[in-house]
C-alpha cells in the first residue's frame, strides 16, 4: 500500500536521532534548502546544524571539497566534540563517499557519517542508520543502540497496523472542542466519578502533554471524584537527551505535589506499553480515561475515551475509526523545541478555566 499524505522521512529521523545522542554538529551533506525545517527546530534544541550547501556544479563534479570545507569551518567555529555527517537524495545520487572525505579532512573531534537519503523507506530506516553509526564510534553501547533499534521496528509496526500508514490518505482534522471535552472530564469529577490520565508520549512532546496532570489534579481538588496518573517517564530508560527530558518533567511535577501513580516504560517506549498501561488503570476501573500522546497504542480504547493528539492527521484516523472525542494540540511540537520546563496545553488551560469558575 502507497502512502500519499505526507510523512517524516529518514533523513529528518537520523537528525532527531542523532540530537537525542547528544551529538554536538549536524552537517548536512545536500543542498542548502534540504531538511530546512528540522534544522530549524533541532537548532532551538541547541544543537549545531550546518549545510553543505551543494550547487548544480556539485552535482557534476562531486560535493567532497565542500563537505571537507565545512567539516574544517565547523571544528573552527564551535571545536565540537562530536559531528555527525548526514546524506541526502543528493549524495546518494552523485555518489558521495562521505567516509572518505571525513578522514581527509584530520578533524580531531569524532566524526561519523550517517549514510542515508529520502527515499529509503520508513522513517526509523533513518534513526536505525544513525543509531548504527553512533554505535561503530562508541557514542552509545551496543545494547542500547539494540534496544533502540527493536523500539524503531516497533514503532513502524503499530503507525502500519494503526496509525499514520495504516491508510493510503488521511486529511487533516481538527477534532472535537477543548471546551466540549474539558466539560466532560467535569461532570464525571463533579458527580464523585473516577478518571485516569494516561500519558503515553513521544519524547520532548511530554514536556506539553504532562501539563494535563496538574490540570486534572486542580479539577479533582475542587470538584471532588477520584484520579489516577500514569506516564512513560522511567528515566533510567533511553537516549541521554531523552532520560534528560523524563527527569526534568518527574521534578516539577513533584514540585507541584502532582504525584505519578505507576511510571510505565521510558519515554522511547511508546509503541510497546500500551498492554501494560493498560493493566494499570484497569484496576482503578475509571469512569473516564484521558490518554495522551501515541493514542493507538493504548489497547481497547472506548468510545468516551478523551484522546489527546498534536497529529492533525492521526485526528482523522481517530475519529474515523470511531472514537469522537479525539482533541488536537497541533502546535505542540514547535513549541517544546528546546525547553527544559512543563509547557502550558491548551486542553488543560481550558478545564483550569472551567473549574476556576465554580
Sequence with gaps: MKIIHPRP???VAAMYTL??????????HGP????????????QAGVRILTTALSETDLIFGGSDELIATLKTAYDMFNPKTIAVVGTCVSMIIGEDMALSIKRAKIESIVFPVEIHGCMGDNTVG??????????????????AERQINLMNAATEMEKKKGLASKVYMKPSSGVTKLSAC???CDVLSKGGK????????????????????AVDEAQKILGGSTFFIANLDSEKGLPRIRKYAKNIKTQLEENNIKIDAIIGGLDEYALIGENMKSEVDKFNPDLTIILGICHAYPDLKKDDILITDQPRQLTNYINSGFPNAVGEISSHSMVMGTDV??????????RELVRGN
Excluded at 542548502?32 to 537548532?43: A, K
Design 32 to 43: 542548502s534548502g534540504c531538511g530546512f525545517m528540522t534544522s530549524r527546530s533541532l537548532e
Design 342 to 351: 512543563i509547557i502550558s496545553l491548551e486542553t488543560a488551560d481550558t478545564l
Design 127 to 144: 534513526a536505525i542508520k544513525a543509531l548504527e553509526s553512533g554505535c561503530n564510534v562508541g557514542i552509545i553501547s551496543a545494547d542500547e
Design 9 to 11: 522521512n529518514p533523513i
Design 19 to 28: 540530537r537525542d545522542m547528544n551529538i554536538d554538529v549536524i552537517i548536512v
Design 183 to 185: 466539560k466532560k472530564i
Design 195 to 214: 478518571v485516569a490520565v494516561v500519558m503515553n508520549a513521544k519524547k520532548e512532546l511530554a514536556y506539553r502533554f504532562s501539563d494535563m496532570f496538574l
